[in-house]
């Protein structure tokens, strides 16, 4: 992912050799040429989805610079928020780079010390999964973890929770359950243990007051204080991203333009499921 925009722009080229030189490692390679297995680790793949939409944000400069200097908002789903945080201005390039390094490692932590999963949940209502939660719950860990758009909520927890809300949501009707491929169970507090970890590397970052709002999956509210995105990000990291009610809210604000960044078009098909009028654009290696 990435290898267009890196023979394109020039700016996004730089951002690559950057994060190399930054995290001690060909992180262009990786995303041009794999290994898939090295790519997808969560310490490899965050820093690798947060400089490529960067890059495409660069793109974006290029081809509506007037669109990009006058942005009035952002959001991002999960790692994308610090992506969003990052254009907003209430971090650096490196700083960003070098928290998302520092989640990932604490997530893969986590994972390695408690087996977990994600389950993708298409064509049922987000009480009747939060319904099915309960009932597979047992004695483990299983939450909506992802409310994304209209039908489409996923879940995470415990393996064996997951697969027993999987078969029982194929029962119920679900139009499509699909196990992510995932370290881990994210956005639960199967996380906790990375907490204190990623706690120490937002605290040695200087935050900045955002030049425009950054709405936040945890509240669907855009904060401008330095500490409260602090919290926020730390807060993330084990409470469900509310993605559907953020950009509920942007539109309820009067937004009426988006694009997309990043590797792949899953923000635009969730954007036709939240609001068919809006018809955001992409600037990412999809395209």
């Not at 907003?88 to 893969?108: T, Y």
């Not at 995470?156 to 997951?162: L, R």
Request: hydrophobic share 45%; charged share 20%.
């Amino acid at each position: 992912m990435g290898k267009s925009l890196y023979d394109t722009v020039p700016a996004a080229a730089d951002l690559f050799r950057r994060a190399g030189d930054i995290l001690g490692y060909d992180l262009a390679a990786l995303c041009f040429e794999g290994p898939a297995e090295k790519l997808n680790a969560t310490s490899v793949c965050q820093p690798a989805i947060y400089v490529t939409a960067l890059a495409g944000l660069e793109s974006f400069k290029v081809s509506h610079p007037e669109e990009a200097a006058s942005a009035e908002g952002a959001a991002g789903l999960s790692l994308g928020e610090y992506t969003a945080l990052a254009f907003a201005g209430a971090f650096s390039f490196e700083d960003g780079l070098l928290l998302l390094q520092k989640r990932g490692e604490a997530m893969q932590r986590a994972s390695d010390t408690a087996s977990g999963g994600m389950v993708s949940i298409l064509g049922l209502e987000n009480d009747v999964v939060e319904a099915l939660c309960d009932e597979a719950r047992g004695g483990d860990v299983l939450l909506p973890a992802n409310y994304l758009c209209p039908g489409n909520v996923v879940v995470s927890g415990s393996s064996e929770a997951c697969c027993r809300v999987a078969s029982l949501a194929e029962a119920r009707g679900a139009m499509k359950v699909v196990p992510l491929t995932v370290a881990g169970a994210f956005h639960t507090r199967l996380m906790g243990s990375a907490s204190d970890m990623l706690a120490q590397a937002l605290d040695a970052v200087r935050f900045q007051t955002p030049r425009i709002p950054v709405y936040s999956n945890v509240d669907a509210r855009f904060h401008s204080d330095p500490d409260e995105i602090r919290r926020i990000l730390l807060t993330q990291l084990t409470s469900p991203v509310l993605w559907e009610t953020s950009i509920r809210a942007m539109l309820d604000a009067g937004f009426d333009t988006f694009y997309e960044s990043g590797p792949g078009r899953v923000l635009r098909g969730l954007m036709k499921r939240i609001n068919r009028k809006i018809k955001p654009e992409g600037f990412n290696p999809a395209d």
